[in-house]
């Protein structure tokens, strides 16, 4: 058995122990991608035969897999003669073999040929889906096998994320590695670091210190909620209780295929929009929203609708503002159709408002990840702006931009400046 003496950050060596997840989250520059190349190339020579599969979830070419950094390594770490480096694989000491695969081009039947390997490395993990996830842990089960995976997070629902930092199973170790974490970052990523802190400062969390995704690159919306987190307006925001709470809606359907119905939960307090909270579902009939609404104390909540408010519902053939106004809540007259430019209008009425809003952190996060990633369709060749995105953004964008559109300060509202009487009173 070859002995190898291999530096490992600190940061990464809770990784060294035997276990069956192990995973490593954070940005660019961590050295999260070397750590594990070197780890399987140790992992081969301590245990011939080792049978591993180094997973993406999509992967067209091999130049797309990690055969090209695990080469290095057997190379930097001097045990070329050990492996035999073929076309399409890695043969390892002891009739072992590392193999690279897409997790999309497997089915339930293909997945089998996997069994018998004891290790599986999924790097850009946070890509995986959940079916690739649910096909790979229960195949990869040889006696003492592992998982490993290597991500920077986009979002708390990834699959990965979910698995491994949200349900933290038995049996597993995560760690966070960024770029502070690596000795051995290079002055020219230091260079880059800094430029995007400078330019980039939006996107700057997520690529160099493993935050979530709050901003997709061209966002509307990105400077917006970049300025509110700089100036503390997204933290505890409380309701009043003397003033009405709205609650600004986009439609969605039932059934698997159909759009998300979202609702934010809003307040106009002098000059402040208070957004206290969001709900997002898929699916669900009428009365699930209804129901959240109630569970949230919103049952005196006033019901904005867009101008398909007055649609009918296709399960009931109802109208949507009937079904609210039934299930006992007031629903304001539906928003009035723009026509075209509808979208653009949104989005300007939702930026005129930027310095007034602020969000209560806890309840609005999926919310403001919505916010945060909608974004301008491209025509890449001609760099031609083609509208707003359709996509699992757009449709609590669009309850927002609602709220933006049908906002009056309350200095313009009826009866804000109107002469008082105090007749019963006694005064005149």
């Given at each position: 058995m070859s002995v190898l003496k291999i530096e490992t950050a600190k940061a990464f060596q809770p990784l060294l122990e035997p276990s069956r997840y192990k995973g490593a989250w954070g940005g660019r520059g961590s050295g999260k991608s070397h750590f594990f190349g070197e780890m399987l190339v140790e992992e081969c020579l301590r245990v011939p035969g080792t049978r591993a599969v180094c997973i993406r979830e999509v992967q067209k070419t091999l130049a797309q897999s990690s055969k090209r950094l695990i080469e290095s390594k057997i190379e930097d770490l001097g045990v070329s003669r050990q492996f035999e480096i073929l076309k399409d694989q890695i043969k390892t000491p002891g009739d072992g073999l590392i193999i690279f695969n897409g997790m999309q081009d497997h089915t339930a039947e293909s997945i089998k040929s996997l069994e018998g390997f004891r290790i599986a490395w999924a790097e850009e993990a946070q890509t995986l889906s959940a079916r690739s996830l649910s096909l790979l842990r229960p195949t990869i089960r040889a006696e003492g096998s592992e998982i490993w995976a290597s991500w920077n997070p986009r979002r708390k629902s990834d699959a990965i994320d979910d698995f491994l930092r949200g349900k933290k199973p038995a049996g597993s170790v995560v760690i966070n590695a960024n770029w502070k974490d690596n000795p051995w970052f290079p002055k020219e990523l230091e260079a880059e670091r800094l430029l995007d802190l400078e330019l980039y400062?939006?996107?700057?969390?997520?690529?160099?210190?493993?935050?979530?995704?709050?901003?997709?690159?061209?966002?509307?919306?990105?400077?917006?909620?970049?300025?509110?987190?700089?100036?503390?307006?997204?933290?505890?925001?409380?309701?009043?209780?003397?003033?009405?709470?709205?609650?600004?809606?986009?439609?969605?359907?039932?059934?698997?295929?159909?759009?998300?119905?979202?609702?934010?939960?809003?307040?106009?307090?002098?000059?402040?929009?208070?957004?206290?909270?969001?709900?997002?579902?898929?699916?669900?009939?009428?009365?699930?929203?209804?129901?959240?609404?109630?569970?949230?104390?919103?049952?005196?909540?006033?019901?904005?609708?867009?101008?398909?408010?007055?649609?009918?519902?296709?399960?009931?053939?109802?109208?949507?503002?009937?079904?609210?106004?039934?299930?006992?809540?007031?629903?304001?007259?539906?928003?009035?159709?723009?026509?075209?430019?509808?979208?653009?209008?949104?989005?300007?009425?939702?930026?005129?408002?930027?310095?007034?809003?602020?969000?209560?952190?806890?309840?609005?996060?999926?919310?403001?990840?919505?916010?945060?990633?909608?974004?301008?369709?491209?025509?890449?060749?001609?760099?031609?702006?083609?509208?707003?995105?359709?996509?699992?953004?757009?449709?609590?964008?669009?309850?927002?931009?609602?709220?933006?559109?049908?906002?009056?300060?309350?200095?313009?509202?009826?009866?804000?400046?109107?002469?008082?009487?105090?007749?019963?009173?006694?005064?005149?």
């Open positions: 400062p939006d996107r700057y969390d997520h690529i160099w210190d493993g935050g979530y995704a709050k901003a997709f690159e061209g966002a509307y919306f990105a400077k917006l909620l970049a300025e509110a987190k700089a100036q503390g307006r997204i933290g505890r925001v409380a309701p009043d209780p003397l003033l009405p709470i709205r609650t600004f809606h986009d439609l969605g359907g039932s059934g698997a295929s159909a759009d998300a119905y979202s609702i934010w939960a809003a307040q106009w307090v002098g000059q402040e929009i208070r957004v206290l909270n969001y709900y997002e579902a898929v699916g669900q009939v009428l009365a699930s929203h209804a129901n959240w609404m109630r569970k949230e104390g919103y049952e005196d909540a006033l019901v904005y609708l867009p101008h398909d408010g007055v649609n009918e519902n296709n399960i009931t053939g109802k109208k949507y503002e009937d079904h609210w106004r039934e299930a006992g809540f007031k629903v304001e007259p539906p928003i009035k159709n723009q026509g075209r430019g509808a979208a653009a209008m949104r989005i300007e009425a939702v930026r005129r408002i930027g310095p007034k809003l602020w969000f209560n952190e806890d309840t609005t996060e999926a919310g403001r990840d919505a916010l945060g990633y909608y974004h301008e369709r491209k025509d890449e060749t001609r760099n031609v702006g083609l509208g707003p995105e359709h996509d699992w953004s757009s449709h609590g964008s669009d309850a927002f931009g609602l709220m933006a559109v049908a906002y009056e300060e309350p200095s313009r509202s009826a009866g804000f400046n109107r002469k008082l009487s105090y007749a019963s009173q006694g005064y005149a």
